[in-house]
């Protein structure tokens, strides 16, 4: 977003060619690399809700100039924040609609407070900045005797969309959460098993239901810590286990892709122990790397004693002399022995070695994916071939 003004401050010009004519319907754009996003997704399009962008008044917070001594003050600021709290509140309550009509009470209430909860998310954002948010409303997530309700309808209706779980994807982003579910999970299957035979997914799937068998899954929803129902993220989410599971069903059938990057000169396997010491060198070597990249600067690795060529002398003097049983080492240690590690520190020592490994260990053809209008394959909305290359051959300049 260019920040240059066409016409007054209302309108600023965008490099994309679009004219912004009011800056309070992009909910609050600063233009101070802001994202401003448009599109002709048809996916996005479907699913957006329409109306007009969340917008409020907000109050000045004084500038000040940077000054890199007191940058701790406002990280200082951010550790009492409760933006992960709040946007939680808010993804809940919209897996929440799911349960209403639209024309319902509590759909048009669960609304309001989306609307709301968007303040509340850039006040908390903005106190870094010195901004001082209201307390949130916590009668929105539990029951207080603090709090009147002027009305017995009101009362209902908050206790009716009150926030006390989270959407059920969430078991993936918190252990703590999905560790309750599993244990509800388990509980339900001991009952469900002893009283009918089935175990809960199976009782779901019964395609004749008694009256028992009813009040035992709607028990089950009622008690779950999460909020199962279908919503846009819940039924994206099952789809992904269900095909994740199927992955994992079929990597249980495949043999050790990583034997065909070696070339099986490796006969002594205590050796990996020697490699193993080689790790802690490398990962201060990515350090530096890392750091260099943030900064824009170039270092001299060779002043701290570790690049890549002095992490492979000393695997030459120590370890072995022959660098294709020093490949087949790495491999083993970062694809079996620590298969969580970077696979960066074998293919950085040795990804000449591993490539000549996989020719050797194949018929040498790859296929690859280039663009073709009448392809078999559809990615992002475009449509791919593969053609066929031979490895063996040598490429073209």
């Known amino acids: 977003m260019r920040n240059s003004l066409f016409g007054s401050a209302e309108h600023p010009f965008l490099d994309e060619d679009i004219v912004c004519s009011n800056r309070k319907l992009l909910a609050n754009t600063r233009f101070d690399f802001d994202i401003l996003l448009t599109t002709n997704n048809k996916q996005m399009i479907d699913g957006s809700f329409g109306g007009l962008p969340i917008t409020y008044d907000k109050h ?19 550790f009492d924040t409760r933006i992960g709290f709040i946007t939680n ?36 954002i903005d106190k870094t900045k010195g901004a001082n ?8 997530t539990r029951k207080t005797p603090d709090i009147i309700f002027k009305t017995e309808e009101e009362e209902i209706l908050n206790k009716n969309i009150m926030v006390t779980k989270r959407p059920y994807f969430m078991r993936y982003l918190y252990s703590d959460y999905n560790k309750k579910y599993q244990k ?3 509980n339900f299957n001991v009952y469900c098993v002893s009283k009918y035979g089935y175990d809960i997914n199976e009782l779901k799937n019964c395609k004749y239901q008694t009256e028992a068998t009813l009040k035992s899954l709607n028990d089950f929803e009622f008690l779950s810590p999460l909020i199962d129902n279908d919503s846009t993220m819940n039924l994206l989410c099952h789809y992904m286990e269900e095909k994740i599971q199927e992955i994992k ?16 000169k490796n006969k002594q396997s205590e050796l990996l122990k020697y490699m193993d010491s080689i790790l802690p060198y490398y990962n201060r070597f990515l350090q530096i790397r890392a750091k260099d990249i943030i900064e824009q600067e170039e270092t001299d690795y060779a002043v701290y004693g570790i690049d890549i060529n002095s992490l492979k002398t000393s695997m030459f003097n120590n370890i072995s002399s022959n660098e294709e049983e020093l490949c087949d080492i790495c491999i083993l240690l970062v694809y079996s022995f620590h298969p969580n590690y970077k696979k960066d520190f074998a293919w950085d020592l040795f ?13 040498g053809i790859a296929h690859m994916p280039v663009k073709d209008n ?18 063996k051959e040598p490429l073209e300049e």
């Open 133 to 140: 948010p209201k307390p949130f409303p916590i009668w929105w």
């Open 351 to 363: 990804g000449d070695i591993i490539i000549k490994n996989i020719i050797n260990n194949t018929d």
């Open 89 to 124: 509140i808010s993804t809940s309550l919209y897996t929440m609609l799911n349960n209403f009509k639209k024309d319902s009470k509590e759909y048009k209430k669960i609304i309001e407070r989306l609307k709301i909860l968007r303040k509340c998310q850039g006040n908390e």
């Open 184 to 186: 509800h999970v388990e």
């Open 374 to 391: 009448n392809g078999t394959v559809e990615y992002l909305y475009s449509k791919y071939g593969f053609i066929e290359l031979d490895l």
């Open 249 to 264: 069903i079929c990597r249980k059938n495949k043999f050790n892709d990583y034997e065909l990057m070696m070339s099986h």
């Open 60 to 78: 000045p917070i004084k500038k000040v100039k940077i000054d890199k001594k007191e940058l701790y003050k406002f990280d200082k600021r951010a």
